[in-house]
């Protein structure tokens, strides 16, 4: 199996999924947002406070070209703007994960932590924005991806199970 390469808008729950399938296929995850903040030794956010979002940018093209060269048969979860980077098709399958954005933030308020959950997401800090965000940003996702998975009001097994039917 080839890398799977998990896309969509933050918060929609990418790692989430990335984590369940690591356990059904026992493959490797690696999620480019730890992999930025291991490369900077700070976190993201600290990262757009300190640099903005160009410079963010730049780094997940590093990234995206590292993973490229190097990384193999690994569940792979992106950051929301990760769709950019010039090389997503080389890196592997592309699976967009769906939801509206109402659907997102309904999940990430459901979360035990929710007000971590928002707080650690900078670009969600104006909810118009992010509206704005989302919409521009959701047919491009569709466009990249070799698979869309719907993952509005289903349960992580059900993304999963589909999900893997899907890539077999």
């Given at each position: 199996m080839t890398n799977l390469v998990l896309i969509g808008f933050m918060g929609v729950g990418k790692g989430t999924?990335?984590?369940e399938l690591i356990k059904e296929t026992g493959k490797f995850g690696v999620d480019c947002d730890d992999?930025?903040?291991s490369m900077?030794?700070?976190k993201i956010k600290a990262i757009f406070e300190a640099n903005g979002e160009d410079y963010f940018r730049n780094l997940e093209k590093q990234t995206a070209q590292w993973l490229e060269k190097n990384v193999k048969n690994t569940i792979i979860s992106t950051g929301g703007g990760f769709y950019k980077v010039d090389n997503l098709n080389k890196i592997g399958k592309v699976i967009y994960l769906k939801s509206s954005f109402d659907g997102i933030i309904s999940?990430?308020?459901a979360q035990p932590n929710s007000e971590k959950k928002l707080a650690k997401r900078p670009?969600?800090?104006d909810m118009k924005k992010a509206t704005?965000?989302?919409n521009q940003r959701a047919p491009i996702y569709e466009e990249k991806a070799d698979i869309i998975i719907?993952?509005?009001n289903k349960s992580?097994?059900?993304v999963v199970k589909e999900l893997l039917e899907l890539v077999k």
């Open positions: 999924v990335a984590r992999l930025i903040e900077e030794n700070r999940r990430l308020k670009l969600l800090k704005e965000l989302f719907d993952v509005e992580l097994q059900i």
